[in-house]
């Protein structure tokens, strides 16, 4: 009988254990496989499960960790990947019945190096097809929330998102293109960082945009964040876009000290009627513990930033609609849901005019963003300006009247800092009246994941919140 009590340690924790031998990775391993069959039907979490690789993986690490041949912290773990990254002899669908038999021969870049870091892999998340945050039709199952199973576990990296909540697996990787980790952190919970764009390779992954594509991990405590950041961080000679820059031991600078470090509070993010009341008492809030433990917190202003979702639309829409030309141009288009055939076609008719200016207009942005950041190590404001919202339950994007509002809603929250290729962290900073998770998002600087990832920890250390789990979990 698996010990399913090994689920709720820590990734971290979980690793060390297997390292001094308390328990093996085969054990972990059937622990999680037991659970993923008892109640991944109720959150449609993975879209493939592989018990096979995962026992090979773990009597592997077993082996070498015996050997004294530690690979680093996540060795022996099980940890899922969203199943937009290719994996090879393992379907890697994009989330879309139109890839349903694509098996590639070869591994993505961050797969590679999840396997010489030694991790366990159970499988292949489940997502919104194509990575379209606006799709209503998931082919493999609707994902569901683990904290109200009638409310989404946020948008394309919706799998990852609901199997750490669900501790389904011990840390996972989503990818974010227009907040696609930071958005299921803030509705389920958890800890999520978009890294600096070309911080970590695409090299094979299904792209979304071009220019602001980026995969990360979502994890359950911000130690297990950073440790599975470093796993796949790095320059890669098969993406020109990645960096060639030295990727810190970020764990080794989570000390609880944050003295000095200075915030900045975007005031057009936290003091605006687009909050809900309880999301805007919660960062203000959180703000406020970051003061207490030694943090200068200061109110600063970033005019463009309520534009940012318009902004960030048009160009992720079209930059979708060019990367998958081959579906829009054939009869294949028909196969996607609805909202995405929507999404595609608007996108490859946007006029050059309007990308040309909403690339400037990002620009202008990015600017105002870095200003900012010369007087402040971080900025402090929302993930979300909502909790988890209800599953839809009709296709279609409404009205022209909806679509405009939805511009000024909760997707204009993470898009800045996709717009400015800036790293981001969602942690959660405390729950509604009604038990929902809200996140607390913190920016930065290029290449500086280490100041965000000292903030979260001291705040994760001064509250509670982590400790909590969803009912019935």
């Known amino acids: 009988m698996a010990d399913t009590n090994l689920c709720y340690l820590s990734a971290t924790e979980l690793g060390e254990k297997i390292a001094a031998g308390e328990i093996s990775s085969l054990e972990a391993t059937e622990a999680y496989l037991e659970r993923i069959g008892r109640l ?6 993975y879209i493939t499960v592989t018990p ?11 082996a070498e960790i015996a050997a004294g041949n530690r690979r680093g912290p996540l060795h022996g773990v099980p940890v899922a990947v969203k199943d937009q990254f290719d994996t090879a002899g393992i379907p890697t669908t994009n989330g879309s019945t139109i890839l349903s038999e694509n098996i590639p021969d070869t591994d993505a870049t961050i797969m590679t190096r999840l396997r010489e870091a030694g991790t366990v892999l159970l499988g292949k998340l489940n997502m ?3 990575a379209s945050g606006d799709a209503f039709r998931h082919p ?9 199973a009638r409310r989404n576990p946020g948008t394309s990296s919706s799998g990852s998102g609901a199997a750490t909540a669900a501790f389904l697996c011990a840390t996972s990787l989503g990818e974010d293109t227009g907040g696609s980790i930071r958005g299921p952190a803030a509705f389920c919970g958890l800890v999520g960082i978009r890294p600096t764009f070309g911080l970590v390779s ?10 602001m594509d980026t995969a990360g991990p979502i994890s359950r405590t911000v130690v297990d964040c950073a440790n599975t950041l470093e796993t796949i961080a790095g320059h890669d000679p098969n993406d020109r876009q990645t960096w060639d820059v030295t990727v810190p031991n970020y764990a080794a600078s989570l000390d609880g000290n944050i003295q000095g470090l200075k915030i900045g509070i975007v005031t057009e993010r936290v003091h605006t009627d687009a909050n809900d009341p309880e999301v805007r008492d ?12 030694g943090a200068e917190v200061r109110e600063v202003s970033i005019p463009l930033i309520v534009n940012s979702s318009e902004i960030s639309y048009g160009i992720i829409s079209n930059d979708a609609a060019m990367l998958n030309w081959d579906i829009i141009s054939t009869e294949r288009l028909r196969e996607l849901d609805h909202n995405n055939q929507v999404r595609l076609l608007m996108g490859s008719v946007i ?4 990308y040309q200016k909403s690339m400037r207009l990002r620009d202008a942005l990015r600017r105002q963003i870095l200003t900012a950041l010369d007087d402040v190590d971080a ?3 929302p993930a979300s300006s909502v909790p988890a919202t209800l599953i839809p339950e009709t296709t279609g994007l409404g009205t022209k009247e909806d679509v405009i509002a939805g511009f000024k809603g909760r997707r204009g929250f993470p898009a800045p800092f996709n717009l400015a290729n800036l790293p981001a962290l969602s942690i959660n900073c405390g729950f509604t009246a009604s038990g929902l998770p809200i996140g607390l998002q913190i920016a930065g600087r290029a290449f500086d994941e280490t100041t965000l990832f000292r903030l979260a920890y001291a705040y994760e250390q001064a509250t509670d919140w982590g400790e909590r789990r969803p009912p019935g979990v």
């Open 40 to 45: 991944d039907g109720n959150y449609s979490s």
């Open 52 to 62: 096979d690789r995962a026992r090979e993986d773990a009597r592997r690490a077993d």
């Open 128 to 130: 919104s097809e194509y």
């Open 140 to 148: 493999y199952g609707r994902p569901r929330n683990p904290w109200d």
């Open 202 to 211: 695409r090299h094979g992954v299904f792209g979304a945009s071009w220019s």
């Open 282 to 293: 919660a960062v203000i809030a959180a703000t406020e513990v970051l003061g207490g433990l």
């Open 351 to 354: 006029p050059a005019t309007a």
């Open 379 to 381: 900025l402090i404001m």
